[in-house]
T-cell receptor, first 109, second 114 residues
Framework: GQSLEQPSEVTAVEGAIVQINCTYQTSGFYGLSWYQQHDGGAPTFLSYNGLDGLEETGRFSSFLSRSDSYGYLLLQELQMKDSASYFCAVKAAGNKLTFGGGTRVLVKP | DAGVIQSPRHEVTEMGQEVTLRCKPISGHDYLFWYRQTMMRGLELLIYFNNNVPIDDSGMPEDRFSAKMPNASFSTLKIQPSEPRDSAVYFC????????????FGSGTRLTVV
């Protein structure tokens, strides 16, 4: 089976940097995806790491270390609109994504 | 593109009734996924299709749940009979074959079974 662990909640102030860690256990690992979901909304794709290293997309970056079965999502220059839940998801054999439990990020003024 | 379209957005039904959720994937996307989201269980995959063929239905909770994809532009998820524990948000997502790490999700159907 597959399992993913990420913190349940993180609180930070506007302008700060937040790192959301994700550790996983799976067989047939291909890569790690990150999604954002606002309350009442749908998950939206943010980033994907198929190889080790850092991927940068504007204020958001994602990192993967296959040897450590670990990845993180880095949110920089936090804005109020970044208050949402963030999910890591493992892409493994079978062309399907398995999602973690999500990290709720609360941005305070 | 209009994105993945789900209907209805909200459904309230009585226990024992049949519920049908509908999804129209993005044109050209080969894969369609049905997920369920609850506070307790998070986002869990129920079933997915490739080119209208069900590939993996291991996440379907029990025989009360069934899903079909009669053509490339339409899929249904049916619950019969419904139970209160089926209350959840049901998401449909679609993806082309070269983007199976970045699905596009529909807005979801919030199902309440009373």
């Amino acid at each position: 089976g597959q399992s993913l662990e990420q913190p349940s909640e993180v609180t930070a102030v506007e302008g700060a940097i937040v790192q959301i860690n994700c550790t996983y256990q799976t067989s047939g690992f291909y890569g790690l995806s990150w999604y954002q979901q606002h309350d009442g909304g749908a998950p939206t794709f943010l980033s994907y790491n198929g190889l080790d290293g850092l991927e940068e997309t504007g204020r958001f970056s994602s990192f993967l270390s296959r040897s450590d079965s670990y990845g993180y999502l880095l949110l920089q220059e936090l804005q109020m609109k970044d208050s949402a839940s963030y999910f890591c998801a493992v892409k493994a054999a079978g062309n399907k994504l398995t999602f973690g439990g999500g990290t709720r990020v609360l941005v305070k003024p | 593109d209009a994105g993945v379209i789900q209907s209805p957005r909200h459904e309230v039904t009585e226990m024992g009734q049949e519920v049908t959720l509908r999804c129209k994937p993005i044109s050209g996307h080969d894969y369609l996924f049905w997920y369920r989201q609850t506070m307790m269980r998070g986002l869990e995959l129920l079933i997915y299709f490739n080119n209208n063929v069900p590939i993996d239905d291991s996440g379907m909770p029990e025989d009360r749940f069934s899903a079909k994809m009669p053509n490339a532009s339409f899929s249904t998820l049916k619950i019969q009979p419904s139970e209160p524990r089926d209350s959840a948000v049901y998401f449909c997502a679609s993806s082309p074959v070269d983007r199976l790490y970045g699905y596009t999700f529909g807005s979801g159907t919030r199902l309440t079974v009373v």
